[in-house]
């Protein structure tokens, strides 16, 4: 045996799976063909052959024998045969019999329920295998409910934001993309997002592929869903979903069934005995409320079994059903049902009475008995009591209750403080959206000392690379900026710049907005020059980086022209407002507000080029006495209209464009270019202008 796991390990195979059958064979006849140590080498050799060799029928005989062997010995509800039993699934997939694979699996998930319980990991994974196969088998509906059931169930088991919930999540949020729910699938996407940024970094590569889906189905929803919404984000988190015990979801009857329950447990008086089964219909009513809100057509079905589990819970108290309050808040913010969701936060920490303070929480270095299991457990719910704490903090903040916000903000803040320490991202995260609070609330001195500490805390835990350490850096510049101090808005907006060019290089969107930034500054400051040059280079990246018509161009050229325009450099200016002008009208539409101040702008500078062009033209003919005709106004208008045409479409009206070009091949011509040019740009486009 030793022998065969060598050369496994050496790679030698076909000698490995030889060794394998000689110690079956040796052992069944020294002692006896259904012996327990006679498994355990099927087993070896099955995984060789499915996992290494590629012998997946040889794999299904392997595995077989072993189940057959160990149902006599130990019986079916042994987490050994359950073991054996998952391997056999497994290479019956791969041999291609899906039939026989998804009996099997089903099998297992029945034998781990009944060996490790419900509410146990290895009974989640049996039910993810259960969807994979109807998946694969094309019954693809059934799919995604198991796959969400054993979602939910790990979520439980692990934690919402546990390292494995990553890979599931995204399973789930691609099956669901493929049946066309794509609210789903966007919220399974954002939970494995943030776990994979979390546990990997956002640069790995696997994170990378997760948030290009997220990416592409924001959009997506906000297209289809979300059509008002203008920022770009949905505030979603992914919903509650059915137990494993749940069939469908009820329909009328059992929602008045389980309503009328809950009416007869509020008229009656508070009963110990009863609490068990309070907390079972608080369930029911909890998960069939997350049932029903799958069906978007449900949702005020949904609202009203949702308030009422809220009322049993708050005149009954029942224990243990805090986590599934919480998820009921997730799944409530989902809805921008924030109100509600912030009553669930707030019992999910033991109600408005018991709610947990930093006085009553114990770090965990100050425990007397570290190694006690209890004490570990009350450690893990005080720092889940932190969690809620900020989340309720969010939903507050989202249904404009900014002064209650700011008290659980700081709840929050102090419970992390205690629990985990002064330094742990966790109160780097608290103190940067209680900032962000505060410059809502016009707080801009609190934001700005907000944003600072969370800063140096994000910078000494997570890294000054990590993306939300430059998410907070930005922030800051701004909070800066909103109280005038430009100086160091500037010094801050400065290291925002090289944090992304350290992460992404220099041709990045990233690196794009904060010279779009910088450039805002510089303008408040009067340093136009500057200014002119920073929007310039942010308009060459954002040339690169984006679409042709992205309303982030418009804005940003936009901004240039007026630097530009101030400048008394008008020919810079009139293409640029001309390009945010043609932006807006394809984007926005010929009645936008921005599309009409683009338009004004454009025909301002336009009649005082013409304006020029007519007296320079009427000068130099009276100094030569020439009898030339004077170009007509609808001449110039025509030849500066293309000119800018031209730079708009990335034409290469002057050597600096060519140049561009040249240094970039197969990328447009950008209208950053060309204000970087200098004033030989601005003569050749005069010149154009009046040929």
Known sequence: LKMARALEQAGELQAALQAYQDCIALNRQTVGAAHASTTGMLCSAGHLLLHRMNMPDGAVSMFSQALEIQESLFGAENANTVNTARSLARALEASGALERAAQVAQLVWQLSRKVHGDMHVETADALDYMGHLAAARGQAGQALQWRGQALALKQTCLGPNHASIAAPAFQFGLLAETLGDHQRAYMAMRLARAILEDSLGPDHPRTREVHLNFDRLQKLLLRQHFPDQQDGTLTTVLPVTQPLAAGGSGGGSNQMSLRDQA????????????????ARLVSQLLHEAGALM???????????????????VQHRSPKGVQP???LAGDALNSISAHGLASAFYLEAMGGAQNTFTADNAQPAEAGENKGDKAGEDNDDVQVNHATVAHKLALALEAAGDHSRSVQAYEQALALSRALLGPTHAACGSVLNNLAGLFMKMQRYDDAVKAFSQALEIKETSLGSDHAATVSTAKNLA???????????????????????????GRIHSSCADALDFMGML????????????????????KDQRLEENDPSI?????????????????EKAYVAFRRAFLVCRETLGADHPDTKKAQTACERIQKALLTEQIETFQSA???????????????????ADAAAAGATRGASASPAASDTSKSSPGRRGSLGAVGRSGSGSGSNLAAAAAA
């Open 263 to 278: 009416a007869e447990m509020l008229k009656g008086s508070a009963q110990p005995a009863q609490d068990g089964a309070v």
């Open 294 to 312: 799958d069906d978007r057509r449900s949702l005020d079905e949904a609202l009203a079994l949702y308030q009422v589990a809220l009322e049993l």
């Open 324 to 326: 599934a309050l919480e």
């Open 478 to 504: 701004q909070a800066f900026e909103s109280i005038r101090d430009y100086e160091r808005a500037m010094q801050v907006a400065k290291l925002v710049l090289r944090l992304c060019r350290r992460q992404h």
């Open 522 to 541: 510089a303008t408040a400051q009067s340093k136009l020059a500057e200014a002119l040059d920073l929007f310039s280079e942010a308009l060459y990246i």
């Open 554 to 570: 418009a804005a940003t050229a936009f901004r240039y022209a007026s630097v530009a325009e101030a400048l008394n450099e008008k």
């Open 621 to 639: 003919k009276s100094a030569s006495g020439s009898a030339a005709n004077s170009p007509t106004t609808s001449t110039i208008s025509n030849s």
